[in-house]
C-alpha cells in the first residue's frame, strides 16, 4: 500500500502544476501515509472504502488520487491551514467529491485551532453539497466550543444541526445541555432547547432531567426542579437514584428537610435503594437542624434498607451529637460502629474526645484517647490539650501526667501551650513518684527539629527562677 499511494502521489505532483507550498506538502504526507499518525484502529475501515471507491470510476479520475488518499493527507498534517489548503486544492479536480471523514477531520483541526470562520463555511459547504449530516458532526461541533468556552456559538451551530435535519440522540443533547447550564447565564436558552427538542424529535432522557434539575436546585428555583421530577412520571421517563438525591439535595439546602425525608419514603416504596450520597445528604441536615433522634434512626434502618452506613455516615452523627453536647450518645454511635463492620478513624476519635472535654467528662476522654494512640492514630493538639487542661483545672494532676505519659510513649509531643500548663503542675507535685518517673521521661525525650519539648524551656525556666525566689524569701 506504500508503493501505491507513493506512486499515486508522485503522479499527481508530475502531471499537474501545483502552488509549490501544496506540492511539497502532497509528496511528504505520501511517503508518511503509513506513519504513526494515522490510527491503527482506523486502517482496515479506510482501506475497504479505498477499495470501493477505486471501483467507482466517476470518483477515480482525479489525478490527485481518491477521496480515502486525500483524506489521509489532510489528516497527517499538523498545521490546519496548510490541511484546509490541500481540502481546497482537492475540491477543484474534476469529477473529486471529498468523503466525508475529511470534513470531519477538518472541521475538528480548524475547531481546535479557533478558527471559528472557517468551520462555518465547511457547515455551509457541506450542506450545499448535499451530505448528509450525522450526530457525530454535532458532537464535534459541542466539544470545540466546550473547549473553547463559547456556550453561545455551540448552542448556535446546535440549533444549525437540526435545519440540517440531523437527528442528534439524547446523548450530544445531553452534552449541550451540559455545557449551557455550566454558565448560570445560559440557563434559560438550556431549559428553552430542553422544552423544544421534541419538535426534533429528540427526547429527552432520564440524564437530561438530571442535568437541569441540578442546575435549577443549585440556582435556588426548587420549584422548577420540582415541577421537572414530576413531568417525567408525565412523560414515561424512569427517575433513577440521581434523580432523587438531586431533589433531596435541593430540598434540604432550602432546609425542608421534612420534605426530604419524605422524598427518601417515597423512593424507598417506589423499590429504589439510596445510594451513600442519599443517606449522608439527609443525615448531615437532620443534625445540623438538630433533629439528632431522626438521624440516628435513619442511620440504624440503613442497612436494614440496602445501604451499609460507611465512615462518612458515622462520623456525620457522631459529629451532631457533640455539637449539641450529647457526647456520650456519640460514644454509644461509635460503639456502634464495629459491630456493624466499620472501624472508626481519626476523625471518629477527634471529634468524640473534644467533644467529651467540651462537657468535662475528662476520664471518658482519656480511655477513648488511650485507644486512639494505640491504634496509631494522632490526637489534633488541641484535642490533647483540652484534655491535658482539663485534667490540671479539676486538679487531676495525675491523670493529666499519665495522658502526656502515654503520648510520649507512642511519640507524640505536646506543644508549647500543654507544656506550660502541665510543667508547673507537675514541678507542684513532685512528691508523688509517680511526677518524677514522668519528668525523667521527659529529660529523655530525644531533641529532634520536629521535637517541641524545648518550647517548654521558658515555663519551666520561669517556674524554678519563682520556686527559688519564694524560697529565698522565706527565710
Known amino acids: 500500500m506504500h508503493q501505491t499511494l507513493l506512486r499515486s502521489s508522485r503522479t499527481a505532483v508530475q502531471s499537474l502544476t501545483f502552488a509549490p507550498k501544496i506540492s511539497s506538502i502532497l509528496l511528504r504526507s505520501s511517503s508518511l501515509s503509513q506513519s504513526r499518525e494515522i490510527e491503527t484502529q482506523k486502517r482496515k475501515e479506510e482501506e475497504t472504502e479505498e477499495l470501493k471507491e477505486d471501483r467507482r470510476p466517476s470518483v477515480a479520475t482525479s489525478s490527485i488520487g481518491s477521496p480515502t488518499r486525500v483524506q489521509k493527507l489532510i489528516a497527517s498534517q499538523s498545521d490546519p491551514l496548510l490541511a484546509r489548503e490541500i481540502f481546497d486544492y482537492a475540491s477543484r479536480q474534476p469529477g473529486f467529491r471529498h468523503s466525508y471523514s475529511s470534513f470531519l477531520i477538518l472541521i475538528l ?55 440540517f435535519n440531523c437527528k442528534p440522540q439524547p446523548k ?62 408525565e412523560r414515561d421517563v424512569k427517575p433513577d437514584v440521581e434523580s432523587y438525591r438531586i431533589l433531596m439535595q435541593g430540598l434540604c439546602r432550602k432546609s425542608q428537610v421534612n420534605t426530604a425525608v419524605d422524598l427518601l419514603e417515597d423512593m424507598l416504596n417506589k423499590g429504589f435503594i439510596p445510594d451513600s450520597l442519599s443517606y449522608t445528604t439527609l443525615l448531615n441536615s437532620l443534625c445540623r437542624k438538630k433533629k439528632l433522634r431522626e438521624a440516628y434512626k435513619l442511620l440504624c434502618r440503613m442497612k436494614v434498607k440496602g445501604c451499609n452506613p460507611d465512615i462518612v455516615h458515622y462520623n456525620t452523627v457522631i459529629l451532631g451529637f457533640c455539637r449539641e453536647g450529647r457526647a456520650m450518645d456519640a460514644v454509644k454511635v461509635l460503639e456502634d460502629m464495629s459491630s456493624n463492620g466499620c472501624l472508626p478513624n481519626l476523625v471518629s ?33 488541641s484535642i490533647s490539650h483540652a484534655l491535658i487542661k482539663g485534667f490540671c483545672n479539676v486538679g487531676k494532676i495525675e491523670e493529666a501526667v499519665e495522658v502526656v505519659a502515654k503520648m510520649l510513649k507512642h511519640g507524640e509531643i505536646p506543644y508549647t501551650d500543654t507544656w506550660e500548663t502541665i510543667i508547673p503542675r507537675i514541678c507542684e507535685e513532685d512528691e508523688i513518684p509517680r511526677m518524677k518517673e514522668i519528668l525523667e521521661d521527659v529529660m529523655k525525650v530525644e531533641i529532634k527539629p520536629d521535637t517541641r519539648i524545648v518550647d517548654a524551656g521558658a515555663a519551666l525556666e520561669d517556674y524554678l527562677i519563682k520556686k527559688i525566689r519564694s524560697t529565698h524569701g522565706r527565710v
Open 109 to 163: 483541526k480548524l475547531g481546535r485551532s479557533k478558527h471559528f470562520s472557517l468551520v462555518d463555511d465547511l457547515l455551509l459547504r457541506l450542506k450545499s453539497d448535499g451530505y448528509e449530516v450525522t450526530p457525530t458532526l454535532v458532537s464535534y461541533l459541542i466539544k470545540i466550543y466546550d473547549d473553547a468556552d463559547l456556550p453561545e456559538k455551540a448552542l448556535k451551530s446546535f440549533y444549525k444541526m437540526l435545519e
Open 172 to 233: 450530544q443533547l445531553n452534552r449541550i445541555l451540559e455545557l449551557l447550564v455550566s454558565h448560570r447565564n445560559y440557563l434559560r436558552p438550556a431549559f428553552d432547547l430542553f422544552k423544544s427538542a421534541h419538535r426534533y424529535e429528540v427526547l429527552p432522557n432520564t440524564k437530561s432531567y438530571n442535568i437541569l434539575m441540578r442546575a435549577f436546585c443549585l440556582n435556588g428555583d426548587l420549584s422548577i426542579a420540582y415541577s421537572l421530577f414530576n413531568k417525567m412520571f
Open 349 to 381: 476519635y477527634r471529634t468524640l474526645v473534644g467533644g467529651l472535654c467540651d462537657q468535662g467528662l475528662f476520664d471518658e476522654a482519656k480511655r477513648f484517647m488511650g485507644e486512639m494512640l494505640s491504634k496509631g492514630l494522632s490526637p489534633h493538639f
